[in-house]
Antibody, heavy 114, light 112 residues
């Protein structure tokens, strides 16, 4: 059974930082592209970032470029999202998802508020 | 970003009756590699999204065959042949052909 488990969410003030993790099991992690997707009531589902299996190619949606960094550790079967300079509008549930968005985690809530 | 028009935004259906959801895109979803990267997702209340369909019409493992999907170019449809109680939730289309990947607004399905 494929499982993706996110952690690291929480409440932070504007300008703060958080690091999300996503531990993956049940598939050969090092073979798969991985994604982060966020969801909030205002904007719905928004794709945030993706990384290739070896980490050599990375892409971000424009609103997070320069502030978020996606990375992975294939030895630990773990995907990361470093989020800096957080803004109120980054408040959302953050999901990790596998290639093709075939499998999703349960999500972790990030709240940015003063 | 690719413009997506998903309709209807809400749907109230009697158990056992069919349902249909449409997504129309501002440009063709045919990729240069010849594939059409159009997927459908279901999000039940309190749950994460779940992929139902990929590349227009391919059902994911475990998805009941009452779910079917079709379309080409800019117009795509998800159909449920006979709605069951477990189908309640929000349905999203998603395109992965053009950067960035984008999702439709969602269609809320409820039982009448």
């Amino acid at each position: 059974e494929v499982q993706l488990v996110e952690s690291g969410g929480g409440s932070v003030q504007p300008g703060g930082s958080l690091r999300l993790s996503c531990e993956v099991s049940g598939l050969t992690f090092s073979n798969y592209w991985m994604h982060w997707v966020r969801q909030d009531p205002r904007k719905g589902l928004v794709w945030v970032s993706r990384i290739t299996p070896d980490g050599s190619s990375i892409s971000y949606v424009d609103p997070v470029k320069g502030r978020f960094t996606i990375s992975r550790d294939n030895a630990k079967n773990t995907l990361y999202l470093q989020m800096n300079s957080l803004r109120v509008e980054d408040t959302a549930v953050y999901y990790c998802a596998s290639e093709g968005l075939a499998y999703w985690g349960r999500g972790t809530l990030v709240t940015v508020s003063s | 970003d690719v413009v997506i028009t998903q309709s209807p935004l809400s749907l109230s259906v009697t158990l056992g009756q069919p349902a249909s959801i449409s997504c129309r895109f501002g440009e063709s979803l045919v990729h240069s590699d010849g594939n059409t990267y159009l997927s459908w997702f279901q999000q039940r209340p309190g749950q994460s999204p779940r992929r139902l369909i990929y590349k227009v019409s391919n059902r994911d493992s475990g998805v009941p065959d009452r779910f079917s999907a079709s379309g080409s170019g800019t117009d795509f449809t998800l159909k449920i042949s006979r709605v069951e109680a477990e189908d309640v939730g929000v349905y999203y289309c998603m395109q992965g052909t053009h950067w960035p990947t984008t999702f439709g607004q969602g269609t809320r399905l409820e039982i009448k």
